[in-house]
């Protein structure tokens, strides 16, 4: 868990980072997000003392880090940036094991934990072990800077646009990876970006910053159905958004267990199943509110778990129904996902 | 360019070695090889390459120019063949035209009076310089790891010391000078590679550290390297000269001093000069290495937790070291240079030579003085080359 609180840096007499407040929970992928100018990096850099705070106050769990020695944090912290920064006289696996090594690991740890990252973001290591970073491609290098980050198994990942540098299809597989490491270790990262798409894709929650100033800080469904104010919607309003935020869902997330009640409520919907607990029929939960309607089953329009948001809304949208089916390999009803479901939660 | 220009163009691969190579011929054909004087202080009459060979001799050496020509065309040998073969005949030139200077010294001198002197000529020196320099630019071309220059290199100056140690030279005036002075020699080779020594430690132990602080306080670094480049606008023996008085005053006032070595002549100006010259190419070296460290590892190695102290020797002197090395090459065959200069205020060293024989008109103790001077600065500067090469990380910039 890392917290700050009432955060400021002043360059000059200028606040260019005011009164931040904000807590990124144990294993969340926090997001900074903003214009360019508006303080991220600084930010960032204040977390790992980098740069010295005018002002506040940052907790990681419950220590306040301006208690620790700089270097000390700084080994319990991961660190990856654009630049990325690979130590140009060191090999691949020399770069890997910097924090390890500054901690005393034992060599035989060391080496272990250089090929498991390297498993991890799918480096040969026969291959890349000795390679020198001029020797990588630029998706190559930012995957090395990313594991460097990782090798000491810190408990918080700070990462300065780390895909930045990329070309988008390298990217958008950084991204992928970097959604897979995080499922995996269940790290607490601090990740800035400026790129909208890259948030949502990657973020639990994702604060705005402008000017300085912290202006939203919220889960990404939250940012897009209830912005803050102008600015967030300005910044976020681009016309597909939801839909890629959608397609960027699954399913499962938004599942929740069937209704199969009749009669429990006034504007309710209930699933009528066979004796395998396959759906036969929906009862009410049309478009139009007739509540009673009994529509049957067919094969399209129903979801299964590992379908996108963006899919199984558009079938809502094309059946004109209110709520979909969720059923399991062997057809049986394991949920369902409603549309009020798609604008209220956000898993 | 047209086509047939281009075809022109073409006929010659490698434009320096024709230039040397006709450079040489015209220096042979015009330019004396030899002298032979009555006796050592009267200039002698010129020998011309063509007098002072055998026949055998001349006709080796047509042979070998013929097949430099054929290294510098672009038919029929490729351009890689054709710096092979110069690095095969270059060399073969430049030993048998030390051997045909030898010889004929030799010859010479066994009809003439014991006073009388054979010395080396312009298209001597000539052909020296351009078979090396032959040398030099077919290693620059062909790309050759160091160490493979390193051993030609070794083997040559193995193969030159062999014909002086068969004493294929005793008959020159120069050897001749050489054996009168021979012990002294060895004292002032010493002497001056003792005055190296003694300006280049301390010009580290200072230029390093400025350097450091040159660049961690930009603010003064302008009025650091204002002072640096001013010593280096002093000429050198106007600065050995300047020293003079107020270290004379410093050791006569200050008897512990004195006993130190400080006076007005002698070592201690030499040092502190050579020691100021140094002092900008050190700093100027240790400044740019560390300006040449991405910042963007100096921001990873502090945001990875390394301390000021880790950072330092593990990531920036490591990749700094490159270039302050060739700052110690440069101020290195600089000292080496400049030391002959600080003979004139006593402070020994192969000057002394150099200063002594133009004192007496006798060139060839001049030639004593220079020549090992820049053996010895072309020897320094390889070796650090070498120590620069080793340096350089292994996975490059
Ligand atoms: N050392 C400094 N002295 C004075 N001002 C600074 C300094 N460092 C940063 N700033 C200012 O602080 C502001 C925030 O900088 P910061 O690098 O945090 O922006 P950012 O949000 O990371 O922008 P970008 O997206 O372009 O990286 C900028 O206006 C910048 O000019
Ligand atoms: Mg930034």
Known sequence: MIELQGLTKTYAGKNVVEDISLRVESGEFGVLIGPSGCGKSTTLR?????????????????EDVSRLKPEQLRRRMGYAIQSIGLFPHWTVAENIAVVPNLLKWPRARVDARIDELMNLFHLEAGEYRDKYPHQLSGGQAQRVG????????????????????????????????MLRVHEQTRKTIVFVTHDMDEALKLASKVAILNQGRLVQYDRPIELLVDPADGFVSDFIGKADLGLKLLSRRWVDQYCRPPCLERDSGAGRHSWEVDADGRPLALHGGRLSDDGEA?????????????????????????????VLPVIDQAGKLIGEVTMEGVMGRQP | MTASSDRAGRLVANRVL????????????????????????????????????????????????????????????????????????APLTLLLTLYALGDYAGRALAEASPAARVSQGAAFWVLVFCTLLMIVDAFQRLRAPLWVGGAYGLALV????????????????????????????????????????????????????????AHRRPALR?????TLNFFQTIPSIALFALLVAPLSALGDSFPLLRELGVKGIGAAPAIIALIMYSLLPVVRNTHAGFAGVAPATLEAARGMGMTRRQVLWRVEIPLALPVILSGLRIVTVQAIGLTVVAALIGAGGLGAFVFQGLGQYAIDLVLLGAVPTIALAVVADFLLQILVAISRPAGGR
């Open chain 2, 18 to 89: 024709l230039t040397l190579w006709v450079a040489a011929l015209l220096a042979s054909a015009l330019l004396p090889f030899a002298a032979m004087a009555p006796n050592r202080l009267v200039s002698g009459e010129a020998i011309k390459l063509i007098v002072a060979l055998t026949t055998w001799q001349s006709a080796g050496l047509a042979l070998l120019a013929l097949l430099l020509a054929l290294a510098a065309l672009s038919r029929p040998l490729s351009a890689t063949q054709g710096l092979r073969l110069t690095l095969v005949v």
């Open chain 1, 146 to 177: 990313v594991a460097r980050a990782l090798a000491a198994d810190p408990e918080v990942l700070l990462m300065d646009e780390p895909f930045g540098a990329v070309d988008p299809l390298t990217r958008e597989v950084l991204q992928n990876e």
């Open chain 2, 222 to 226: 302008g009025s650091l390297f204002g």
């Open chain 2, 158 to 213: 193995a193969a030159i010391a062999g014909l002086f140690a068969s004493g294929q030279f005793n008959a020159l005036s120069i050897l001749n000078e050489y054996f009168n002075i021979q012990d002294a020699f060895a004292d002032q080779l010493l002497t001056h590679l003792r005055l190296v020594g003694l300006a280049l430690a301390p010009a580290l132990a200072i230029g390093l550290p400025l350097g450091l602080l």
């Open chain 1, 46 to 62: 204040m977390i790992n003392q980098l740069i010295p705070l005018s002002r506040g106050r940052i907790l990681l769990g419950d």
């Open chain 1, 294 to 322: 009994r529509t049957a089953v067919n094969g399209e329009w129903i979801a299964t778990p590992e379908m996108t948001m963006k899919e199984a809304l558009s079938r809502m949208v094309w059946f004109r129904v209110m």
